[in-house]
């Protein structure tokens, strides 16, 4: 038995009594040690075998076991282990992954700058927006909207990005006002009583544009979105969403950020978020599927009239004080470009087109379980969201813990998924899960329901 080092006691299970019921939780005292991954399978120290249903933390697209990542990262740790990005240096896996990304990205994005996480491509995109518009010679266009709910990571600038409360309770932010955040696209949770979906959709427009001009446009630089709102609760917009919002942002000169770090490389059917949802974005950041997250690698991709401005800038001021030593690590960029490789050699997006409408389906039966007021996705990504009562969508009181009991009885019956906030359990196995796991995954989830419901029943 191996015990993880800060664990007291990784695999014992403590059966906790449920603070409403006499439902028993499984609370983990120490941390689920996972010692192998075959395929979307996992293992833990005991041989207790999982399908990882959130691809970890939404990024191992390929899997835990592909040879040719490995591989990848064997031959460039033997022929060129590390150089760095600064001071006008490359390397070759570097520069073939630039060309190749930014052959597969939307039209307009012509330049990647690479960096470690997505929290740094965030904080790396709102830095090169201030530092662009000081370069235009508007020094007052450094405001930021975001959407409440939404995830952008967690460093000092992308925590104030995220609208999520967590990212702020009890770490003094927020420490800038350039920040402000607008409702969140779920017409579920977030329309009025009667609200048609485009009535809904107009609303939220006006809403941005409304703030815009009270803000004042000359202070308004960029708005932030993820395509689908990941670890806010799998929030999949309206389809006219970004078609309404996208002329005010231009009309205001306020740049579109496409935050792909979920979305990107095939998890809604298309290479990128942006494709599904028509977005045509001036900055782009991507980051965990860009190499099935086997190494650290993320980037912020930019259009050529955005890049003009910075080089022009950081031709009066002497150098782009930018940049992170292990950023554009060649390791990491030789698995990223191999991965990108294998998503176009073995068709991985043409096969996630192809098993997301059994995933789709099997996810919309749940529907029907009485626990569940919305299932909801796309692609081979998707969530439930708990509810007491499917008419009024109220839900159970926090305490109940209401998706974390889903997805702690999911455990024993060998299934990883994630409770998110809003009583949200997430959904999201690597792309390359095949049909039969797919009804795996759904049968053991449907199960964790089922044993979650009588305890649930009391605590309403
Ligand atoms: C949409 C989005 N942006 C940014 C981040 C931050 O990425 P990281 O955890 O690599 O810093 C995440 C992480 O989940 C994310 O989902």
């Given at each position: 038995m191996t015990i993880a080092p800060?664990?007291?006691?990784?695999?014992d299970i403590a059966y906790n009594v449920h603070p409403f019921t006499n439902f028993r939780v499984h609370e983990q005292q120490g941390p689920l040690v996972i010692t192998k991954g075959r395929g979307v399978f996992v293992e833990d120290d005991d041989g207790k075998e999982y399908i990882e249903g959130m691809a970890g933390l939404w990024c191992t697209s390929l899997g835990f076991s592909n040879k040719r990542l490995v591989e990848a990262a064997r031959r460039q740790m033997d022929h060129l282990p590390y150089m760095h990005q600064f001071a006008h240096r490359s390397t070759e896996p570097v520069i073939e992954l630039a060309e190749k990304l930014i052959g597969i990205a939307p039209e307009p994005l012509k330049k990647a700058f690479f960096v470690n996480s997505g929290s740094e491509a965030i904080d790396t995109a709102i830095k090169l927006i201030w530092y662009y518009n000081n370069g235009r010679g508007k020094p007052e266009k450094k405001r930021i909207i975001a959407r409440r709910r939404?995830?952008?990571?967690?460093?000092l600038a992308a925590g104030h990005l995220t609208g999520l409360p967590y990212a702020r309770a009890g770490f003094?932010?927020?420490?800038?006002?350039?920040f402000f955040h607008v409702t969140t696209p779920s017409h579920y949770r977030?329309?009025?009583?009667?609200?048609s979906e485009a009535d809904f959709t107009d609303r939220l427009a006006r809403e941005i544009e409304t703030l815009i001009l009270a803000l004042g446009p000359d202070t308004v630089a960029a708005f932030f979105a993820e395509p689908v709102q990941g670890a806010g609760g799998v929030i999949v917009p309206p389809q006219a969403y970004f078609h309404k919002i996208q002329p005010i942002l231009k009309k205001y000169d306020v740049l579109m950020v496409a935050?792909?770090?979920?979305?990107?490389?095939?998890?809604?059917?298309?290479?990128f978020g942006s494709n599904t949802f028509d977005i045509a974005p001036d900055l782009m950041t991507v980051a965990k599927q860009l190499s099935s997250a086997y190494l650290p690698i993320a980037g912020v991709l930019m259009r050529d009239e955005f890049y003009e401005v910075l080089a022009e800038q950081t031709q009066k001021l002497g150098m782009l004080g930018m940049g992170y030593t292990?950023?554009?690590?060649p390791v990491s960029a030789a698995v990223a470009l191999e991965t990108l490789k294998i998503y176009e050699e073995e068709g991985t997006i043409d096969q996630v087109r192809a098993k997301a409408p059994r995933f789709q389906e099997r996810l919309a039966q749940?529907?029907?379980?009485?626990?569940?007021g919305e299932a909801r996705g796309v692609g081979l990504i998707g969530a439930i969201e708990i509810v007491a009562?499917?008419?009024?969508?109220a839900q159970y009181?926090?305490?109940?813990k209401a998706a974390a009991a889903v997805a702690a009885n999911c455990l024993p019956h060998g299934l990883i998924l994630r409770p998110l906030p809003g009583d949200v359990v997430g959904i999201c196995p690597?792309?390359?899960?095949t049909d039969s796991e797919i009804d795996l995954l759904f049968d053991r989830l449907a199960q964790a329901l089922d044993d979650t419901l009588p305890a649930m029943q009391q605590a309403a």
């Open positions: 800060n664990s007291l006691a990784a695999r939404a995830y952008h990571g967690i460093t003094d932010l927020p420490m800038s006002d350039r977030d329309g009025l009583p009667g609200e935050d792909e770090v979920i979305c990107g490389f095939g998890r809604t059917g298309n290479m292990y950023g554009g690590h749940l529907n029907g379980h009485p626990l569940v009562d499917k008419a009024t969508k009181p926090a305490a109940a690597p792309l390359i899960i």
